[in-house]
């Protein structure tokens, strides 16, 4: 009888961790510094000391504060590449399913996770999913692409918080610069392939749309990438499409 019942509490033991185990975040994948070391500071909640940005916030925090956003669908959010979405591509893809575009100039991972802190994410903001491309800025500004990754890890961390019923799709850093060698493009790669751990197939939907931007040899022509850092029509052509099945899949229920 003790045997049986050591047997059966073993059993409900070894349920109870399966059960954990498969209730883990789906941010338990991503890229997290080790027990014990601090945060860097791209992984910590900070406004950026900048005229324009500071009237962006502004001016986002007073339209989110009149319109209601209950009924939203689906989020985006970032930077300037996610701000300036070409209109027609964005209205083509995304107006049918009741977006919210909460992407803003200049965003770093560290600022966006102060937005999301200071009234950029209202209580009434449900969406089914969120797409969100962040960390350009970051490495354009020399920080370490695992300090950048620790930073993307600490959104997508926040983001299932704040909306745990909402998938996110999290899109890979696009490529910068003109050619393969540039010295944007290794610590953009060294970025995408630590994020891409945290795509779980179910909660996350790891995308990385920026191969199909290049040629063969990897050059970023300016009929994509105006500047090589932004898109033209034809570049967010390219990452809508390249996006769309992670989409579906997310707010597929």
């Not at 338990?28 to 510094?33: D, F, H, K, S, T």
């Not at 610069?177 to 392939?193: F, L």
């Amino acid at each position: 009888m003790v045997r049986a019942l050591r047997i059966a509490r073993g059993s409900l033991i070894l349920a109870c961790l399966l059960l954990l185990a498969g209730g883990l975040p789906a941010w338990a994948n991503c890229p997290a510094p080790p027990a014990g070391q601090p945060l860097p500071r791209e992984a910590r909640p900070e406004p950026i000391d900048w005229v324009p940005w500071r009237g962006a916030v502004d001016t986002l925090t007073a339209r989110l504060r009149a319109t209601d956003v209950s009924r939203t669908r689906l989020v985006f959010i970032g930077d300037s590449i996610t701000q300036f979405w070409e209109e027609h591509i964005f209205r083509n893809f995304y107006a049918h399913r009741a977006p919210l575009n909460l992407g803003i100039g200049g965003d770093v991972t560290q600022s966006l996770l102060w937005r999301l802190e200071n009234g950029h994410w209202p209580a009434q903001l449900k969406p089914e999913a969120i797409v969100l491309l962040i960390g350009t800025n970051n490495i354009g500004s020399g920080a370490q692409p695992q300090a950048v990754a620790y930073g993307i890890t600490r959104i997508v961390e926040r983001l299932q918080q704040l909306a745990p019923q909402a998938r996110i799709v999290l899109v890979g850093i696009l490529p910068r610069g003109i050619y393969a060698n540039d010295r944007m493009r290794r610590p953009i790669a060294e970025v995408n392939r630590l994020i891409a751990a945290c795509g779980d197939g179910r909660r996350v939907f790891y995308s990385e749309p920026g191969q199909l931007m290049l040629d063969g040899q990897g050059v970023l022509y300016d009929w994509i990438a105006p500047d090589w850092i932004h898109l033209s029509l034809t570049g967010y052509a390219i990452l809508s499409t390249a996006i769309e099945g992670h989409l579906r899949l997310a707010l597929q229920r």
